[in-house]
């Protein structure tokens, strides 16, 4: 017996040294191997130094300690790093390839679908929505679901819900009494930007289910009832900040299976959240919304439908309200700015005596530097941080880089927007510069800086860009004119004149703000 418990004992040990050296592989050896195989290109940036584990994530942790937005480095090593095509990026125990110039960009796009294509890695938020065509690997069955989507969310269809969307911004700013201070103003906004979501897709009868609220069980276990929206924000959130948590890579049997918290937590959450998703499906009534075009559509599933639809929500409303509250923010930040913005929304008739039951969309869309300031704002603080990870699934070379099929690779956002040879002045927040009539526009091109096509990375680019553009941008120009045609606003706790500040996905800054009503 003793024999036997011996032999059980040292397979047993054998397994644990075996795995040992596994993790040690995967975690120091590979990405090893891999920084210093492709340090070697002169045209591949690297850092001077080998981290292990951490890589990237150790100067997204130095930034959150200094009170910083978690991405806020990313601007200042844009200047070193557009010096390249290609970036290495250790992520954990992935070993990443990141596209930085636009000639390597243009032909990471051209790549698509075939030889470079979306990854189900099955963690952070896309363990939200695993089977949202956002996700999924391309095929002709997710292409045609994007494309469908993409023709229910066009620019003629959105407009016809305006009116609704401007009730949905009355209702959230006649709660805010005057001179009140908000606490945080990113979850008013994203209240705003979640129920014109719900209303476009589910139909403006779901406000009761909305309003309902459901358990949810915060980072020290203590139990709260949230609403919908806010239940959202904190679900997306949590999965976002998994991908910050080094068991996430280094242990992923533990994210995938949450078999621990936060990912066990995480997961309860989730499933609520998606229970209620279910529930305003069963009660969707209004046969003009987004959600019973696609059930009357014969080439959708269930599931799919389903997956989409919260798929839609989830990657749009965070993203379009932490967009308005940056926007916002740099706004007051360029006083001057500010002015010119409601100076050309005055000379269109937009004041708090505005018929706003009868507006004509094209008024909103007349105004030019709203958009301006919309577009600057979107490449000085893009609210996405990260793109999701590519997969290659055949041998391909950018740049002249040879990439071997099964590696991970996806292009970076910020390089690309701070780029000292694209942009004048990259690090000031412009508006002018997408105006090509304006004196800084013409600067520029006198300078030799003209942005490429590939300079704007916030919505994406070819077969995998963002679905949701043209309503992003409207309901963006929508809040934004409301807003400012209503209230005047103050962003307290020195927030304009502190360093750092930014209102990106993940980050932790709160904007707190102080409501004025004219």
């Known amino acids: 017996a003793m024999d036997q418990l011996w032999n059980i004992l040292r397979y047993v040990m054998y ?44 100067y997204h942790v130095q930034d959150m300690k200094n009170d910083k937005a978690h991405y806020d480095h990313k601007k200042y090593q844009a200047a070193d790093v557009n010096k390249y095509d290609l970036k290495v990026k250790i992520d954990g125990i992935n070993c990443v390839i990141q596209v930085i110039s636009c000639k390597a960009l243009e032909q990471f796009v051209a790549y698509q679908p075939t030889k470079i294509d979306n990854i189900l890695e099955h963690r952070g938020i896309t363990k939200a929505v ?15 679901r994007r494309k469908l989507f993409t023709s229910l969310l066009n620019m003629n269809k959105a407009s016809c819900m305006v009116p609704l969307w401007l009730d949905r911004c009355k209702e959230a700013f006649d709660s805010i009494k005057d001179g009140e201070e908000v606490k945080n103003f990113g979850i008013k ?20 289910l909305v309003s309902e609220t459901r358990p ?34 280094l242990f992923p049997y533990i994210n995938r299976y949450c078999l621990m918290d936060p990912y066990k937590r995480d997961h309860k959450n989730l499933m609520i959240l998606r229970a209620w998703f279910v529930k305003m499906v069963e009660n969707v009534t209004d046969p003009n919304c987004v959600c019973s075009q696609v059930i009357n559509s014969q080439d959708y599933t269930h599931d799919e439908m389903f997956e989409d639809l919260i798929t839609i929500v989830v990657a749009g409303t965070e993203t379009t309200s932490r967009t308005i509250v940056s926007i916002l923010y740099y706004l007051k930040k360029c006083p001057d700015k500010l002015a010119k913005l409601r100076k050309e929304m ?24 709203l958009l301006c300031c919309i577009k600057e704002g979107l490449r000085i603080d893009s ?5 999701f990870n590519y997969y290659t699934y055949d041998n391909i070379e950018i740049c002249g880089v040879p990439i071997p099929k099964n590696t991970f690779i996806k292009p970076d956002i910020y390089s690309a927007h701070y780029d000292m040879e694209k942009w004048l002045k990259p690090h000031e927040y ?22 490429h096509t590939y300079s704007r990375r916030s919505f994406g680019h070819g077969k995998r860009a963002c679905p949701g553009q043209t309503l992003a941008y409207l309901k963006m120009r929508v809040v934004i004119t409301y807003m400012l045609s209503n209230v005047e606003y103050e962003v307290l706790d020195g927030l304009t004149t502190k360093e750092g500040v930014g209102f990106g996905a993940g980050s932790l800054i709160i904007p707190r703000f102080k409501i004025n009503k004219f």
């Open 430 to 451: 412009q508006p002018e510069r997408h105006d090509p009539d304006s004196e800084f526009a013409k600067k520029a091109l006198e300078d030799g800086l003209r942005p």
């Open 130 to 144: 695993p089977e949202g065509f956002i996700n999924a690997p391309t095929t002709k069955k997710t292409f045609e």
């Open 383 to 387: 609210p996405v941080v990260e793109v």
């Open 189 to 208: 906004m994203n209240n705003i930007i979640f129920n014109m979501f719900i209303s476009i897709l589910y139909g403006a009868d779901q406000m009761d």
């Open 216 to 249: 949810y069980t915060n980072p020290d276990n203590t139990v709260e009832e949230v609403n919908f929206c806010e239940y959202l924000i904190r679900t997306t959130n949590s999965h976002v900040l998994q991908n910050f948590n080094p068991c996430t890579t």
């Open 15 to 58: 397994f644990l040294m075996g795995y040992l050296a596994y993790i040690i592989y995967l975690a120091f050896l590979k990405p090893f191997l891999f920084w210093m195989k492709y340090k070697k290109y002169k045209n591949v940036y690297a850092y001077p130094y080998f981290i292990p584990i951490f890589g990237d994530l150790w």
């Open 346 to 369: 005055k000379e269109h008739g937009f004041d708090k005596n505005t018929d706003w039951a009868n507006l004509n969309v094209d008024r909103v869309l007349g105004l030019d530097y």
